[in-house]
């Protein structure tokens, strides 16, 4: 994309972008762990299996190999509990806190182990090809809860941050949209 819009403005040397992204596509393969069938954020610090991460890959269609993609997905559906909470998703499975961190985050709030409706989207996309049912149940666990609490930036058992955080529900939105673009059976009368 970086290299389409470069030569479209006349930007030099946009070739470099081609080769940037290249180069993590043949090096991604570095970062997954076929035992777990799961891939890693980083190779040093941080060597963390990253739910976001995954997630998100599979979703934007990032090159992975189809047993990748497959063992990805089976993860996601295998540790569901361990990363989803009310349908809104962690960085990290349960119990895991970043090993580095910019700044001091407590462990269960934030970024270090909160659950976010940012990620529900892209999860629920994933588990709508593993496990039509799982998905819908996320959904409706979302939706129930912004029903209830509000859609917040993170939330987790007693902690909300950030009350009326947009990106929360419309990612939510786009992500099921998509869902029922691409897999039209899933929303066919599952869905109260």
Known sequence: MMERMCKTYGIKNPDRFAKAAESVERSLSLLFDPAAGAFY???KDCHQYDIWGMA????IGFPCSA?????????????????????QVRHLLKG?????LLIDVEPETYQNGAYWATASGWMIWC????????????LED?????????????????YEKL??????????????ERTISDFPEFGAGKID
Not at 96 to 100: C, F, P, S
Not at 127 to 138: D, E, H, I, T, Y
Not at 142 to 158: A, P, Q, R, Y
């Open 41 to 43: 954020a980083a190779t």
């Open 56 to 59: 998100y890959m599979l979703y």
């Open 67 to 87: 047993d990748e993609k497959q063992a990805v997905l089976s993860f996601l559906e295998k540790n569901y509990d361990a990363c989803v909470y009310r349908g």
């Open 96 to 100: 895991q806190y970043w090993e580095r």
């Open 127 to 138: 588990l709508a090809q593993q496990n039509p049912a799982l998905a819908v149940r996320s």
């Open 142 to 158: 979302v939706v129930s809860c912004f029903k209830t609490d509000g859609s917040f930036e993170c939330i987790n058992e007693g």
């Open 163 to 176: 009350p009326l955080f947009v990106v929360s529900a419309t990612n939510v939105c786009g992500g099921f």
